[in-house]
């Protein structure tokens, strides 16, 4: 499977000849005029690394990328910047604060951007390789092959079920809310579509299946859900 990055710019002619680049060079691309529209595409569109520029109307590239890195569901999504030339030294401070990964200056080189992409997607692969299968007790979950063990007998989930399982383990003890559920296992834009009954009826039926590990599964009324 190929990866998959979120290009971020207002610039459409920048954005055209980046996009046709990257995907010349192997990778997915999906396109975003600035930081609300990328904010809302990624849940669904699931993005592994995310170029964003700087200056854009709406929201900006350093407030993406904060609010990419305090989401629960999207926080390991690298972020690159690109910046203009009169972004100063304080600016690129400012912005690994923010949880940038890298930063690119304009008018900068495709191939050095190129390189830059591979060496941060190749060590999210190598975290993701070491997470591929997550333990708790007698219960297997592989990332992988999208099966679930428990007690080493294969229990039959739906896809959303699997999803929805797999993201509450990702954080344990950690809440998560129902609308950042909603983005990230149904990839739904919560400004249309916030209802709390679509997660509800899934964390009943996942916690029939899972049988006494449903019991880890804990509501937080009016909130959301938190896997313990």
Known sequence: MKERALLVDDDPELLGILKKYLENHGLETITAANGAEALAAAPSGKPDIIITD???PRMDGLTLCRRIKDNKVLSDIPVVIMSGK???EADHVSGYGCGADDYVVKPFSYP???AKIKAILLRAAHGKKK???RKSGDLEINLEAR???IKGKLIKLT?????LLATLSSKPG???SLNSLLE????YNTADYNDPHTVEVHVSNLRRKIGAFGKRIKAVPGHGYKFE
């Not at 896809?159 to 999803?163: A, L, M, T, Y």
């Not at 990230?184 to 990839?187: I, K, L, P, R």
């Open 112 to 114: 050095v951007l190129l």
């Open 174 to 176: 950690k809440l998560l």
């Open 147 to 149: 099966t679930i063990k």
């Open 131 to 133: 997470k591929a299968v």
């Open 86 to 88: 009169k972004v100063s």
């Open 159 to 163: 896809s959303k079920e699997f999803d």
């Open 54 to 56: 700087v200056e854009m």
């Open 184 to 187: 990230a296992v149904w990839g």
